[in-house]
């Protein structure tokens, strides 16, 4: 028989097994937690660098695009003239960033109190936090490609990662003050995409990491700021934030893979009169049929696993532009760039104009191209990889070369309409002349700031000399009368001249590399011609005009 004291015994027990039972679950969990790290720990390959977007890139770079200053300064080589726009804290958070005032969050980042950013965004931005909920970055393992991703993410990072949270991406531990991540923050996880989007530098511009470079380094830009026209230019700072953000191509916050490896991921940009994309592909028998036919691609495969004809009927701007070579797909879409979106001219042209010095000893800008050069036939053996899984070798290679042909036809008409303009301002023709208009942008400036070497000496002489009171024609300085109102600067025929080469070649062009005859034909080749009727005519009225005043002078 049992006593009253053995009884109370066993229940205490029949209890601690009972809470041990409960318990057990968060034990395991707790423990299976401990010995992933310690794995995740041990399996940590070999250390790396962190990453660095501007890696190795000279001081005077990273001082003007990469170190941080809030507000106070622009971006670029001229921030002694204009200081950055508010939105700039969202296209270059690197170096404009600044952190809320009216919120102290170091009180909870040094806690790690991750619960606290859902419990207030839930009310605050519900819509980020559903995106989030629905991401990758929440679920990492919710499917056997998922989970093997995550899990050489595990290794290389050397911890579990059953949740990536708001508090890994904008909480900056080490400043203890919320951060807008940049393609760094990124690249501590996606550290091969991160690597392969680094080497577009090894292409040259234009490209999509030194964006911001090409949007800032040229004078117009300060020149524009400094007149008062900063927030005129949202439409060349949204896109060219793609430098420093992997949100351009994969939005916020879900930052899926299948939304970017789809063709209106690039549209937004990709667009507009020096580059239709989305109209010419969207156009194309390519883009029709992925209209009819998108509920039947599928975007969940990597690229690698797509099988033409079965996952995709038609390529896709990715499809095609990441396809590297061998079968291999890159997270690069610039790296078999042949005609560089066809602003630079090829070196294989016999030139009349000045376009045989270009580029004139520059540095900002990009030397010629040699389209038959050894690592151009390399590139071309690769489009030709991609081609042919749907067309045969013969009408793809046929295609490419009429593609050079329509490009090296453009540039000629462009070089003929470059020596029409030459020829009046070397008979001092033109009108108005250099001496009775607003010098080119930013001509105080730039010999304070760049130097002989970096402008070549001629040009550097010339600004030194003439304070920018010369024209400037073609590409890519010739542009600016786009993007700034001057007196007078350029004239009319100079603006002809832009039209032709920096709208109507380009449209041209993209219209004939993705075969879409109305904007290869209608948008590029006819408004060529029509364009350089106007230079001529206008051309013959200026002769017409100097002769008159030189007979009525007499």
Avoid at 361 to 387: H, P, Q, T
Avoid at 392 to 414: I, V
Avoid at 425 to 434: E, M, Q, V
Wanted: glycine letters at 6%; aromatic letters at 12%; one cysteine or more.
């Amino acid at each position: 028989m049992l006593t009253i004291r053995r009884c109370f015994e066993m229940k205490k027990i029949l209890l601690g097994m009972v809470a041990f039972a409960v318990m057990l679950p968060a034990i395991v969990e707790w423990t299976s937690g401990q010995s992933n790290v310690a794995w995740a720990t041990e399996q940590k390959t070999e250390e790396i660098p962190p990453p660095d977007l501007y890696k190795d890139t000279p001081a005077w770079y990273q001082a003007v695009y990469k170190d941080n200053v809030g507000l106070s300064e622009g971006s670029g080589p001229f921030t002694k003239y204009f200081k950055a726009q508010m939105l700039d804290m969202y296209w270059q958070p690197n170096r404009h960033y600044e952190p809320m005032e009216n919120l102290d969050h170091s009180i909870f980042i040094e806690q790690e109190r991750r619960d606290l950013c859902v419990i207030c965004h839930e009310e605050a931005t519900p819509g980020i936090v559903a995106d989030w909920r629905s991401s990758g970055h929440k679920h990492p393992k919710s499917t056997p490609y998922l989970s093997s991703k995550t899990a050489q993410i595990e290794k290389n990072v050397g911890r579990v990662l059953d949740e990536v949270h708001c508090f890994d991406c904008h909480a900056d531990t080490e400043k203890n003050q919320i951060r807008m991540p940049t393609g760094e923050v990124c690249g501590g996880c996606h550290r091969q995409q991160f690597d392969e989007f680094l080497r577009e530098r090894e292409v040259g511009r234009p490209n999509h990491l030194q964006s911001w470079e090409a949007n800032t380094i040229v004078p117009w830009y300060a020149e524009a700021a400094r007149r008062g026209y900063l927030y005129g230019q949202h439409g060349c700072d949204m896109c060219h934030s793609g430098a420093e953000k992997c949100d351009v191509c994969h939005t916020r916050h879900k930052f899926s893979a299948v939304e970017g490896r789809q063709p209106e991921a690039c549209m937004t940009c990709h667009m507009g009169p020096d580059h239709p994309d989305a109209e010419s592909y969207g156009e194309s028998k390519h883009g029709k049929i992925y209209e009819k036919e998108e509920e039947h691609y599928d975007f969940t495969k990597p690229l690698v696993e797509v099988r033409p004809g079965e996952d995709y009927r038609t390529p896709t701007c990715q499809y095609c532009h990441m396809y590297e070579k061998h079968g291999r797909f890159i997270h690069n879409p610039v790296m078999k760039g042949i005609w560089r979106m066809g602003t630079v001219p090829p070196s294989n042209l016999e030139y009349t104009s000045s376009l045989k010095d270009y580029p004139y000893g520059i540095k900002i800008i990009a030397d010629k191209i040699d389209i038959y050069s050894e690592e151009n036939v390399a590139k071309r053996s690769y489009w030709l990889e991609v081609c042919a899984k749907c067309h045969s070798d013969r009408f793809a290679d046929t295609y490419l070369k009429s593609l050079d042909q329509f490009m090296f036809q453009a540039h000629t008409l462009a070089d003929q309409a470059q020596k029409i303009v030459e020829d009046l301002i070397a008979d001092g023709l033109l009108y108005p002349d250099a001496a009775n208009r607003d010098p080119y942008p930013l001509s105080d400036g730039i010999v304070k700031e760049l130097s002989a070497d970096f402008l070549g000496e001629p040009v550097y002489n010339a600004f030194k000399t003439l304070q920018g009171k010369f024209p400037v024609v073609g590409p890519i300085l010739g542009v600016y009368g786009m993007f700034l109102q001057m007196q007078d600067n350029p004239s009319d025929i100079e603006n002809m001249y832009n039209r032709l080469w920096f709208w109507y070649k380009l449209q041209g062009y993209k219209g004939t590399a993705h075969a879409q005859q109305d904007v290869s034909w209608w948008w590029g080749q006819a408004p060529m011609m029509m364009e350089m009727t106007r230079i001529q005519a206008e051309a013959a009225r200026l002769r017409r005009l100097a002769g008159i005043e030189k007979t009525i002078s007499k």
